[in-house]
């Protein structure tokens, strides 16, 4: 690699770098409950959601919760460890953009690429998040930059086969990626050939990971339609791109939308054009799997992965502005109100990204920690997966339609619009009811500031009132009230 | 190489003056229009609550009460807008009713402000592909839309900035008394509009006197553009001694009451600086990155049409212009959504940006290739959608106050026309639609007041606020449950006098941030009824208290 190369990677890095600083760790409640299957795992109870139940498949991707098991195996803090690794994914995925553009594309083209993506929020929150979006997005890049690279030689087939085959395990409408991607890769080959000495290997390599990897979900869970508790709640929505996305974040829809029009346009002003054509179909297989899941992080950051795709054939519209004695200065426009630009955006999805770490910093990871000082073997009902029952400790079920309400855990706790007026979803409502006669107040701790939302917790009635000293520790929450019955 | 000849070339004299424009096809600015009128239908309806005072200023003025708060007091120049206000009387004497028309004026002010944007743009830029780039940077730009549909000046301010760039191009490509007179109006309606605005005519000036010094009838140029500095300097004075004579002040009170927040200047930057790039609001995205990209652009244009060898003066001031009300706003806080004193900005740095075209070849500009128009189309989808990305942020965040005007100040303002007596004295720290919509006298209880000199210039007291005998009091705290609130205002509620001579009716939340909520207590010799104390709205959300939970 040349000193400017290295440079000029360095600064992408560095940008990079600062962006995820000024957004800080989030914590999403849904990262907490990959960390505690991840622990089970590593405490040999297999992948399931309490110590000694059916292993059920809620944790999203299996690879992202392989790799925060062995964190856990080793001894490594979870919440920390998984953020630093989410973090290193996408300082990885930005290195692998690098290497691949730069095979095709003039530096400034591809420092503009970079730079985009360096500076983009999404890419910025995923790694922030401790969620495996970013390792969604380094191996995709993967798998577009060894396909877009791969000649006459084996071996960039089969290891964009095994980055695919890894990325069709972290969720099944990812592995749509390198099927899709090699698919355009022989049908847009340069010159009008394939090397077809590498597209079968590759393609039995991929056939042969993923048959294996469902093979094992089939023994492990029983059936092949995953089971998810909490993870894969509904269909993203119309609304959450253009209107508003869940917990009241602003839309980001125009922002993919913004880079779906450039990468059309840099893929048929491009010469590269197969490599244009490569980028976007990975992203569109890419994005079919981000609209399958509703996603709670800030700038629908799930779909890191598109954003890094989208953003090659930019590479290719730069290329094509005629070279002339103002060309210096245009290149430093257009990289300088790209970088502005996507800086400001990420900035905007720091003031949601701070909503969801106060959230976690001042209810969830408290209230966790207290439920666990108070009892160390509680049994909870809830309709909040992550932070509560990881910090707890506590045998936990999630309340679902189905969930039988005759075993009484110690403690229900439903999510309200109100601390001091409940006021619930059907379903909460229905438990709530069903409880009532046996259940009674314990306390309400807010969560959120919008539509006051709120924690009620109900203890069971035979459980004794708790001491001065207990009550005197639960946290206070999101604002200055905290409603406790006593 | 030397440094000498390193030196970027100045611009010869002999520089081409902008080409007078020919009669180009209005495509892009009809395009423009159209963007910028489904932009403002997009963020309508956001009026804040600091509209109202000018709302309420401009119908006592048309009412024959003259420049008052409160009718039949002494009149106080609690505004900083006076032709908006001029304007808005002028409305609301036209039978109109002032919030539901003015956000359809600040409309038409922007597209009058496009309008010249698109003026100066052709001047600059032939083709109508090169003119609709810039035309859409402003038509999508969030700030200054959700200002223009605001029911503020924003729009009025940015339509004559940019008058008064055009007659100074105007002035420099062709000295005359006409356009030295256009100019010398556009300063003066500037200087009337926004207080900063008084800065604007003699940079113009200065301007275009540096500009036209190598020109031979320079001697000439300059004695007239004396003459309309001198006029403007006593039109000026002419205007301060009437409004001092009238409001025996000789500072507004927003000037003696706000200003650049903690105790030097430059903490008062540090803290702007914050808002610009950090965060603006709980809710609300910071814009510093925004008007940061486009002066960076406006520069890049300037040295673009520098490069080129043109000659056009109104990139140059209102590059100027651009960086002094800059110089000024920097000063003083910026809070609301979008930077509302900002906003009028964009409107000026979007006309050196239109120079960016010439750092592509002409040849790439006129080609009529499907593969062209192709790339060209792209990117103007791509400028459009980023604005939009903005906007929908913006939206987002302006949502929320409009949120809390409908369910916290409107009905509030009714409870209280209905429950108060008439000529009732209200005191609160928000003065724009409680006050308005009910009608009752005012005495602006914020420690930086607006409305009341009293508390502006000597700050705010308890026994001031208890010798006033407000018959109803809205304090603004942060909770519902726990009065967490201004020390002043706490000084207040503490006092003996306060708690003896009111009661607590209940709290009115006006956001889910922090549970601001405004405290309510009336003077306990009203003897309101349990139907009227009842009646008092809950405002946003379910949480509240009223007196019977006590």
């Keep these: 690699m040349k000193r400017t190369d290295v440079i000029a990677l360095a600064s992408v890095v560095a940008l990079f770098v600062a962006v995820c600083a000024a957004i800080g760790p989030i914590h999403p409640d849904r990262s907490f409950v990959v960390f505690r299957y991840a622990e089970n795992v590593a405490a040999g109870h297999g992948p399931a959601y309490n110590p000694g139940d059916a292993p059920s498949e809620g944790y999203g991707g299996a690879l992202w919760l392989l790799l925060c098991a062995l964190a856990a195996k080793v001894g490594l803090g979870l919440p920390a460890t998984a953020w630093l690794l989410s973090l290193a994914c996408g300082v990885a995925a930005l290195a692998v953009l690098w290497t691949g553009l730069r095979a095709r594309a003039r530096l400034t083209a591809s420092l503009v690429v970079s730079g985009l993506a360096a500076a983009s929020g999404p890419l910025a929150v995923a790694a922030m998040s401790g969620e495996g979006a970013a390792l969604n997005a380094l191996l995709a890049v993967a798998v577009f930059s060894l396909l877009d690279r791969a000649g006459a030689g084996r071996a960039r087939w089969i290891a964009a086969a095994v980055a695919g085959a890894l990325l069709a395990t972290c969720g099944n409408t990812l592995g749509l990626v390198f099927p899709v991607a090699l698919a355009i890769r022989v049908c847009a080959a340069r010159g009008g050939t394939t090397p077809r000495a590498g597209v079968a290997p590759a393609s039995a390599v991929f056939l042969a990971g993923v048959v294996a990897f469902h093979a094992w979900r089939l023994r492990t869970f029983g059936s092949l339609v995953a089971r998810a508790p909490g993870l894969e709640a509904g269909r993203a929505s119309f609304a959450d791109l253009f209107v508003a996305q869940p917990y009241d974040m602003a839309p980001f829809g125009l922002f993919y939308v913004i880079l779906l029009v450039v990468a059309c346009a840099g893929v048929a002003a491009s010469r590269e054009r197969a490599t244009g054509w490569l980028a976007l179909g990975a992203a569109i297989a890419a994005g079919m799997a981000t609209l399958a899941t509703r996603d709670p992080l800030p700038g629908l950051a799930g779909s890191a992965a598109l954003v890094i795709l989208l953003a090659i054939p930019v590479a290719h519209l730069v290329d094509v502005v005629p070279r002339g004695n103002r060309a210096r200065a245009l290149d430093a426009v257009v990289i300088a109100s790209l970088l502005v630009a996507s800086v400001g955006w990420a900035m905007d999805l720091r003031v949601f990204a701070r909503h969801i770490r106060d959230s976690h910093d001042a209810t969830l990871a408290p209230l966790g920690k207290w439920m666990e000082q108070w009892r160390s073997d509680g049994s909870l009902l809830c309709d909040t997966p992550g932070a509560v029952p990881y910090y707890s400790r506590w045998r936990t079920t999630l309340i679902a339609r189905d969930v039988p309400l005759a075993e009484a855990p110690d403690v229900v706790m439903v999510t309200s619009q109100g601390q001091f007026v409940a006021d619930m979803d059907d379903e909460q409502t229905r438990v709530a009811h069903a409880l009532a006669d046996r259940y009674r107040v314990l306390a309400a701790i807010r969560r959120d500031w919008t539509r006051d939302r709120a924690l009620i917790l109900y203890a069971r009635n035979d459980i004794p009132e708790l001491t001065d000293s207990v009550m005197i520790a639960f946290p206070q929450g999101i604002g200055t009230v905290v409603r406790l019955n006593r | ?550």
């Design chain 2, 1 to 550: 190489m030397t440094a000498k000849s390193r030196r970027r070339p100045a611009p010869r004299a002999d520089a081409r003056p902008a080409p007078r424009p020919p009669a180009s096809s209005p495509v892009a600015l009809v395009i423009a229009a159209i963007v910028f009128l489904t932009c403002a239908a997009y963020v309508m309806p956001f009026i804040p609550d600091d509209s109202f005072i000018s709302f309420r200023y401009a119908e006592h003025l048309a009412d024959g009460h003259g420049l008052t708060f409160n009718i039949g007091e002494e009149p106080v120049e609690a505004y900083s807008n006076l032709l908006w206000i001029v304007v808005c009387a002028a409305l609301y004497g036209a039978g109109l009713d002032l919030p539901a028309v003015t956000p359809y004026a600040g409309i038409l002010l922007g597209l009058a402000a496009l309008y010249v944007l698109w003026a100066l743009c052709r001047r600059r830029a032939p083709l109508w592909t090169q003119q609709l780039l810039p035309l859409l940077a402003f038509a999508s730009c969030g700030p200054f839309i959700i200002y223009a549909v605001s029911g503020m000046e924003t729009a009025l301010f940015a339509f004559l900035l940019l008058l008064v760039v055009k007659c100074s191009e105007d002035f420099v490509d062709a000295p005359g008394w006409r356009p030295l007179a256009a100019l010398a109006t556009a300063g003066f309606l500037v200087s009337l509009t926004r207080p900063e605005g008084v800065v604007v005519l003699p940079a113009a000036l200065a301007f275009v006197a540096w500009e036209s010094r190598r020109e031979e009838a320079f001697r000439r140029g300059l004695r007239s553009l004396a003459i309309a500095a001198a006029v403007f300097g006593v039109a000026t004075m002419a205007y301060h001694a009437w409004r001092v004579s009238y409001f025996g002040e000789w500072l507004p009170t927003p000037f003696l009451s706000k200003g650049a927040e903690g105790s030097s200047l430059v903490t008062g930057w540090y803290k702007n600086l914050h808002r610009y790039f950090v965060n603006l609001l709980y809710f609300a995205p910071p814009q510093g990155y925004l008007f940061a990209a486009m002066l960076g652009l406006g520069i890049e244009g300037v040295r673009a049409a520098r490069a080129a060898g043109v000659r056009a003066p109104g990139d140059r001031i209102a590059l100027i212009l651009g960086l002094l009300l800059f110089a000024v706003y920097v000063n003083f806080v910026d809070w609301m959504p979008g930077m509302r004193y900002h906003a009028p900005l964009a409107a000026i740095l979007v006309v050196p940006m239109s120079q960016l075209h010439r750092l592509l070849p002409v040849g790439a500009w006129e080609s009529a290739s499907a593969a062209h128009l192709r790339r060209f189309a792209a990117l103007a989808a791509a400028l459009l959608l980023a604005g939009g990305v903005n906007l929908s942020h913006l939206r987002h965040a302006t949502a929320k106050m409009t949120e809390s005007a409908r369910l916290c100040y409107m009905p509030l303002a009714e409870w209280m026309r209905a429950t108060m007596p008439p000529g009732s004295l209200l005191a609160m720290g928000d003065v724009g639609m409680v006050p308005y919509y009910s009608g009752l006298r005012t005495l602006d209880i914020h420690p930086e007041s607006l409305t009341d000199t009293y508390i502006a210039q000597r700050a705010f007291s308890a026994d001031y606020v208890m010798t006033k005998r407000p018959h109803v009091i809205a304090l603004s705290v942060r909770g519902v449950y726990s009065a967490r609130m201004d020390p002043l205002h706490w000084e207040l509620y503490k006092s003996e006098a306060f708690r003896i001579e009111y009661g607590f009716v209940g709290t009115v939340r006006n956001q889910w941030y922090e549970d601001r909520a405004y405290w309510i207590f009336v003077r306990s010799d009203l003897g309101l009824s349990e139907a009227q104390l009842r009646a008092l709205p809950e405002g946003i959300g379910k949480q509240r208290r009223t007196r019977f939970d006590l």
